[in-house]
């Protein structure tokens, strides 16, 4: 009896995270929509509406078009079709600084082509940095113990995919990785298999959008933004042509300091995300106010910030070197924590059904709750 207790408990604690998790991912759209796309002639094993997810990327991602461009770009080809069958649909890289949306715009898509922002395979290369960690991604050798069972960190079914619709991994921090790991994931690159060191099990990403991130270049892309800003420079502007000529020129130059050039060669695109700029911060911030609403529903309430709450929140919270997570770091400090307190300690609601005005903890400006 305890263990069978034990198990109810586990299926309780699982269905309460569960709950929560859908909260939040909760979809603008119908996702049995994206799966019917309008050209039904297409000769494709994939189903999906490229419009309706490209709403969805461009709602949740700000500021970084040439990134969404692109993310646009290798949907057509893996909608077509028209990828070589041996190797991965597509091997992106991500590069930019911390805070900018790499990492989100993967699960953005992973949302949208799913329902559920995890429905990826995200593998942290921080983790594999020493190489005898290498076998948490090729498998124990042989003679070593779980070398027959063929274990490795990698989730089959996500990198897989289902009928219709691509697999996706996410390989995180890449830079970190150990010597022995990129060259593992040279053979991935080339023929779409990984067979386990043992040789007991074949892993399959030929049906696999693949991405990575990495800071690579990040200080030296801001530094050469930063000089762009001279007078001089605002008096006569390098054309975007040639500042995407001159980025493009530092990052392959750092890339082939830290990787092989194999290892380069074999990457489809990379995408370089610009840094946040303040012109932007406002809409981020509206972003996260909209996700946070929608975390409130289960209490009745949902909140609205004049604009100069919202000021308030990014010369409070904005720091350029931390991007985006400064900004959520200041939500949580001057709404969230404001809200909390409010929702503790008070259940009153007036006549009309609302929550009573409170001065919240940002200047004095007031935040309405108003009852749904």
Known sequence: MPFLNDMLDDIEKKKVVREALNVETTLDIDVSKVHKSSNKKLNSRYK???????????????????AVK???DMLEIVRADITDPRKPLY???????TGVGKTEIVRVLAKALYGDSDEFCRIDMNTLSQSHYAASLTGAPPGYVGSKEGTTIIDEDKIEGKAGIPGIILFDELEKASAEVLQALLNVFDNGLLTVASGEKTYNFRN????????????????????????????LPRSQDKRNKYVSKIVNKKMIEVFSPEFVNRIDNII???WIEEETVHKIIELEIKKLNKRLIKHKICIELDCDVINYIVSDGFDKQFGARSLKRAVRK?????????????NNY???????????ILKNKIITFIKR
């Open 48 to 66: 999906f509406d490229i419009p309706l997810i490209m709403g969805m990327v461009e709602s949740e991602i700000i500021g970084q078009q040439q």
């Open 70 to 72: 692109s993310i646009n």
């Open 91 to 97: 091997i992106s890289l991500l590069l930019g600084p």
């Open 208 to 235: 696999s959008i693949i991405f990575m991130t990495s800071n690579l270049a990040a200080n030296e892309i801001q530094q050469y933004e930063e000089g762009q800003k001279t007078f001089l420079r605002k008096i």
């Open 272 to 274: 370089i995300f610009n």
């Open 334 to 346: 001057n709404i969230e924590l404001s809200i909390a307190e409010h929702l503790i300690n008070s």
């Open 350 to 360: 007036n006549e009309y059904g609302e929550i009573e005005s409170y001065q919240a």
